[in-house]
T-cell receptor, first 113, second 110 residues
Framework: NAGVTQTPKFRILKIGQSMTLQCTQDMNHNYMYWYRQDPGMGLKLIYYSVGAGITDKGEVPNGYNVSRSTTEDFPLRLELAAPSQTSVYFC????????????FGPGTRLTVL | DAKTTQPPSMDCAEGRAANLPCNHSTISGNEYVYWYRQIHSQGPQYIIHGLKNNETNEMASLIITEDRKSSTLILPHATLRDTAVYYCIVRFQGGNKLVFGAGTILRVKS
């Protein structure tokens, strides 16, 4: 099992550009999550999904969109990049909300200039 | 989710036990205590969780006080690879969110 994979590892965007961060898991997990982590801070939840076709907002959803068309994939879309979105983005998955362990991907480091 | 308080940093000698404290005085009866860690630049890694009984697994032990207002994560024989940020998180069992604070930076020194 590859676990949770994320692409790209690094990206630099100009203000106003858009991009999609990819996340794939091969553990057949129902739940998937997107977090962002600013320097020296803990992670904050952006969006999560409890299954294909179902998504919901987390703590900091503004400026992002998600979709979940398959169990495996949970892409995160930035439509109009802003410097405040400079961060490290982590995708995670878990079997269900009653299960305790979330498995995290290696992260995508995004810089918006 | 209840708020947690952790010391910002701790040092531990290699081979010794590392004891990481966490206060969660407003925890409610159906909230669990979780511990994750994050090694530099990597995604967080689950360590252990518990409700009110002490728990042990291959990575660590979790000691929760009887009133559940605080807990301690114990790494029995710390190694240099245990240097990381350790997050104590309180979460409702059916909840979706992990609310991360700033955590404790544990430095294991030889």
């Amino acid at each position: 099992n590859a676990g949770v994979t994320q692409t790209p590892k690094f990206r630099i965007l100009k203000i106003g550009q858009s991009m999609t961060l990819q996340c794939t898991q091969d553990m057949n997990h129902n739940y998937m999550y997107w977090y962002r982590q600013d320097p020296g801070m803990g992670l904050k939840l952006i969006y999560y999904s409890v299954g294909a076709g179902i998504t919901d907002k987390g703590e900091v959803p503004n400026g992002y969109n998600v979709s979940r068309s398959t169990t495996e994939d949970f892409p995160l879309r930035l439509e109009l990049a802003a410097p405040s979105q400079t961060s490290v983005y982590f995708c995670a998955s878990s079997y269900g909300r009653s299960y305790n362990e979330q498995f995290f991907g290696p992260g995508t480091r995004l810089t918006v200039l | 989710d209840a708020k947690t308080t952790q010391p910002p940093s701790m040092d531990c000698a290699e081979g010794r036990a590392a004891n990481l404290p966490c206060n969660h005085s407003t925890i409610s009866g159906n909230e669990y205590v979780y511990w994750y860690r994050q090694i530099h630049s990597q995604g967080p890694q689950y360590i252990i969780h518990g409700l009110k009984n002490n728990e042990t697994n291959e990575m660590a032990s979790l000691i929760i006080t009887e009133d559940r207002k605080s807990s301690t994560l114990i790494l029995p024989h710390a190694t240099l690879r245990d240097t990381a940020v350790y997050y104590c998180i309180v979460r409702f069992q059916g909840g979706n969110k992990l609310v991360f604070g700033a955590g404790t930076i544990l430095r294991v020194k030889s």
